[in-house]
């Protein structure tokens, strides 16, 4: 008798729960579909509506430096304090960040921050094929624009900055050019005239809508008989045969395995599976100037800013900054008005119409790694959260891991680096 789609959402042994439909829950929920896993996919939301629909699109490729760095914390006493800086800590949780903050600094030691590279090194050298080929899988590869990006400096100081990151980058293999002025502007209809110069990073892209992109995954699962449940998992119990009973506001699901994807609200499902994890997040910010659309060109990220410009299908995008202000406070209004200012300041004759506002919560620990990979305690549970700046980034090449490890498999990638243990 055919099970009916009721029976299906209380789950059963078969059922591999995914918790959590943003990105990273939607690439791995596809890639199980595809291989016939019986899939659920559960979130409260609408698929993709939280941190991954308003990033700013880039696959940066490039970004093999952890920020816990020494040179961040060289440079932190102006990163905290400094009038228009691109980072800053709520007063109302600044007493909460600060072991969060404590682990950042030991996390920065230059052993560690080794390390650091090492790992997300080995997640980058194969993230940028990974997102092209689910892309392609999907039918999605007009979503995808792998044209590279570009990082603009204004003044002839940061212009040497950006030539002396081009040694480190080639060190590990990343190509990169130095554009003149004239060069630079030739490669973005909207950025403005009189820069000093521009790095561009040729094996970068951007996506044309990061929302899109979660809403089309989330179809074609549905389409391949994923099946997906609006609620809340509230409380995750393990089985004595290592299956697991989740139960959310209406009622209880029953699975065999079991994928941790709720970005930045992981933690406390983390803990009751025995691992206490030191998750919080740093917010971030967008603005949209939607009357920009369908640009064309490729992304313009500022040195001096600490900002990115992405032209997408639905306006120009302006994303970035930093803030420590926890799961619950409002967004702070005057980080919107320092992006416009951002905007009018970089693309100053472009129409931008109205401009949308947006704020989102990076999922990050201190170590700026993810966590990837099956619970020491129960293999059954699969961790995949913790992607910080890098989640559209990386979400496919997560998805590989995690079809591997699901499928009984070793992984193509040393997972020791993303332990949910390793703190
Ligand atoms: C301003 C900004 C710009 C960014 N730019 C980029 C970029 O250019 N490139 C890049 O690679 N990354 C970027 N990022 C980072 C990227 O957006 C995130 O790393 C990524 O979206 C995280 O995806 P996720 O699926 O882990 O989390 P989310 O998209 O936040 O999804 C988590 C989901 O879990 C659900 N959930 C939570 N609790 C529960 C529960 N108890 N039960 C069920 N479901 C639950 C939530 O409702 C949510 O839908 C940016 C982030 C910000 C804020």
């Known amino acids: 008798m055919p099970e009916t789609e009721e029976q299906s959402l209380s789950g059963g042994k078969r059922t591999i729960a995914i918790v959590g439909a943003g990105i990273i829950g939607l690439t791995i929920a596809r890639r199980l579909a595809r291989g016939r896993e019986q899939a659920l996919l559960i979130d409260p939301l609408a698929p993709g509506s939280a941190a991954s629909s308003g990033n700013a699109g880039h696959i940066a490729t490039e970004q093999i430096f952890p920020l816990a760095s020494p040179e961040t914390m060289l440079a932190a006493p102006r990163l905290l304090f400094g009038r228009n800086s691109p980072m800053h800590i ?184 025995g691992h206490a994890v030191p998750l919080d997040t740093e917010r971030g910010y967008h603005v949209t100037a939607e009357g920009a659309p369908d640009l064309g060109g490729i992304a313009v990220e500022s040195h001096e800013r600490r900002i990115i410009m992405t032209p997408m299908d639905c306006g120009l995008r302006i994303a970035g900054l930093v803030e420590f202000g926890g799961l619950d406070l409002p967004p702070n209004p005057r980080r919107h008005e320092d992006l416009k200012r951002h905007l009018r300041e970089l693309a100053p004759a472009l129409e931008l119409g109205g401009l949308s506002e947006w704020m989102g919560f990076r999922p990050s620990l201190p170590d700026m790694l993810p966590v990837i990979g099956a619970s020491p305690a129960n293999p059954n549970a699969i961790f995949a959260f913790g992607h910080q700046h890098l989640g559209l980034t990386l979400s496919a090449i997560t998805a590989d891991i995690v079809s591997e490890l699901v499928a009984g498999r070793t992984p193509p990638i040393d997972l020791r680096p993303f332990r949910p243990d390793r703190f």
Request: hydrophobic share 45%; proline share 4%.
């Open 90 to 273: 709520r007063l109302e949780y600044a007493l909460k960040i600060a072991p969060w903050l404590l682990r950042f600094a030991w996390a920065s030691r230059p052993s560690a921050y080794q390390g650091g590279v090492r790992a997300l090194l080995s997640l980058q050298e194969k993230s940028l094929d990974s997102m092209r080929a689910l892309c392609a899988d999907e039918g999605l590869a007009d979503l995808l624009c792998v044209q590279g990006h570009m990082v603009v400096a204004e003044s002839g100081k940061a212009l040497r900055a950006l030539d002396a990151r081009r040694l480190p980058l080639e060190r590990h293999g990343i190509e990169s050019v130095l554009l003149a002025p004239d060069e630079a502007a030739a490669r973005s209809p909207f950025l403005k005239r009189g820069i000093a110069g521009a790095l561009l990073l040729p094996r970068t892209g951007h996506v044309l809508n990061p929302h899109r992109l979660c809403t089309a995954l989330h179809k074609r699962y549905g389409e391949a008989g994923g099946l997906t449940l609006r609620a809340r998992v509230e409380n995750i119990e393990t089985s004595d045969d290592g299956g697991f009973v989740l139960r959310h506001e209406a009622g209880a699901i029953e699975a065999g395995k079991l994928v941790l994807a709720a970005g930045a609200w992981s933690a406390p499902l983390a803990r009751q599976l």
